[in-house]
């Protein structure tokens, strides 16, 4: 009987040891979840200043007809301003996207040999952006050629999330999906974004962004300076990253990413023949804001 008893007590142990071990693992994951509602909108206001350094290093790599022509290894800083000119009635900004780059590769059979090149301001472009993200429209200031500006459209759309209304919360997540014509034909691509968790970074308040997708940007044709003619192409690019959006100013503080491209063009060489070639670049982006200023 006392034996009995015993194994009684001893199974009443087990199982008020186990029931206590559930109600900490539980306490510990509530307690690890924030549970901050928070609106992602962004707070363009007319005269606002917004200056970034991006950082950008990897590897560059170009094919004609399967043979490799070019393998260097890049590092590329940006300055870059976004300048609010004005605020429509409708809350749409005007933003002036003005940037610098330099420039700076190695060979990679030679890494003594370096090439350093530098840039002036690039031809800025005006952006026509909404509070959610969402890109209205895009042109040259001042309006000059226009050549290009389908590329970098269509890149920012699929890029740039366009954020949900309503509340958001840690977990959250949404797809956004764009479809692109290329010479083959209608496609999709689609980028997820999860709310993943918030931090203090850079003085700021921020929720942090998950996001992992594919971006398809057809080219435009062009004539190059060497008289060879691009017919067609498209890039398709792989990127996975990290955003940080302050939500109490509705700006972002800073992005980092890890993107691959592969690139396949057709082109016409000056004497006629057509070739294919393929463009392959592996990049880390580290982007982030230096200056927050008002006029």
Partial sequence: MLSTHRQTLAFVLRFALVAIL??????????????????????????????????????????????LTHDTYEEMTWDIEWYVRQIFDDQTAEIVDTKTWRCRSWDQKDTTVVDTSKSSKTRPIVMYVQPDGGLVDMATDPEKSRYGLGYLKSYYEQCVPVFPKGDLTEGYSWTQTTKVVVQEGPMEASTTYT???????RGY???????????????????????SKLISGVDNITASGHLYFAYKEGVIVMQTERWIKDGVRRVVLSKGDTVSRRVLREIDVHHFLLKLEME
Avoid at 25 to 54: H, N, Q, W
Avoid at 195 to 201: D, I, L, T
């Fill in 195 to 201: 709310v993943k968790s918030f931090a203090r970074e």
């Fill in 22 to 67: 559930a109600c900490v693992v539980l306490i510990v994951a509530g307690c690890d979840k924030d549970d901050r509602r928070i609106s992602m909108r962004f707070k363009f206001k007319p005269g606002m200043r917004l200056t970034y350094e991006e950082v950008d290093k990897g590897t560059l790599r170009r094919f004609e007809n399967d043979s």
């Fill in 205 to 227: 308040d921020c929720v942090v962004i998950e996001y992992n997708g594919t971006v398809i940007v057809p080219l435009e044709p062009m004539c190059y300076k060497d008289s």
